[in-house]
Each structure stands twice: as structure tokens, then as C-alpha cells.
């Protein structure tokens, strides 16, 4: 099972990211999918979820508005569309698929500074 982010980067406050999560070694529609991400010193924090046919997603507080997340089942890919982007978005972001199993990707790093 591989799960593989891209889309991470350095923008300034204000700008967008596109991050997204190709899963490959499972059935991808029986998975529930979700982003995390990891500020430095800090846990790791959930920030969005999407269902397995995208019919229902949940957002952390902080990201509402803001943030985005999508799924297109037919090319095993999540997305997380991230707007208006703060310094304290900062963080790496890992997607997770989560269903009877649970797995993880390696991470991305976004980084929000002027």
C-alpha cells in the first residue's frame, strides 16, 4: 500500500495549495480519506475528511472556509485545495485512508511565510 503526497511548497500568506494523495494497493473507494498535518514541536492534527463516494466532509475549525478537501475515485487521488493560507498553516500534511485498515503517506511540507 502506497500513499503519495505532493503539492507542498513555500507561499506567501494569502496564496493557495493544491495538495494531493495518490493511493495505490487498495481499493481506494471503501476508504474514507483524511488530511492531517504536523506543525513543528506540536501533534499531529486533523484538518479535514471526505467520505468514500465524497457524500459527507469535515473540517477542523481553523480551516473552515478555507480549505477544501475533494476525491476522484477514478484516479485513486484526494486533494486538498488550500486558500488564503496563514502562517500557522504551516506544517507537514500527511493523508490518511482510513477504513478497515489505516495508512498513512510520508508527508508533504507546506510553509506560509512572507
Known amino acids: 500500500v502506497q500513499l503519495v503526497e505532493s503539492g507542498g511548497g513555500l507561499v506567501q500568506p494569502g496564496g493557495s495549495l493544491r495538495l494531493s494523495c495518490v493511493v495505490s494497493?487498495?481499493?481506494?473507494?471503501?476508504?474514507?480519506m483524511r488530511w492531517y498535518r504536523q506543525a513543528p514541536g506540536k501533534g499531529r492534527e486533523f484538518v479535514a475528511g471526505?467520505?468514500?463516494?465524497?457524500?459527507?466532509?469535515s473540517y477542523t475549525d481553523s480551516v473552515k472556509g478555507r480549505f477544501t478537501i475533494f476525491r476522484d475515485n477514478a484516479k485513486n487521488t484526494a486533494y486538498l485545495q488550500m486558500n488564503t493560507l496563514k502562517p500557522d498553516d504551516t506544517a507537514v500534511y500527511y493523508c490518511?485512508?482510513?477504513?478497515?485498515?489505516?495508512?498513512w503517506g510520508q508527508g508533504t511540507q507546506v510553509t506560509v511565510s512572507s
Open positions: 490518511n485512508a482510513w477504513g478497515q485498515d489505516d495508512y
Open positions: 494497493g487498495i481499493t481506494f473507494s471503501r476508504f474514507a
Open positions: 471526505i467520505s468514500t463516494f465524497g457524500g459527507s466532509t
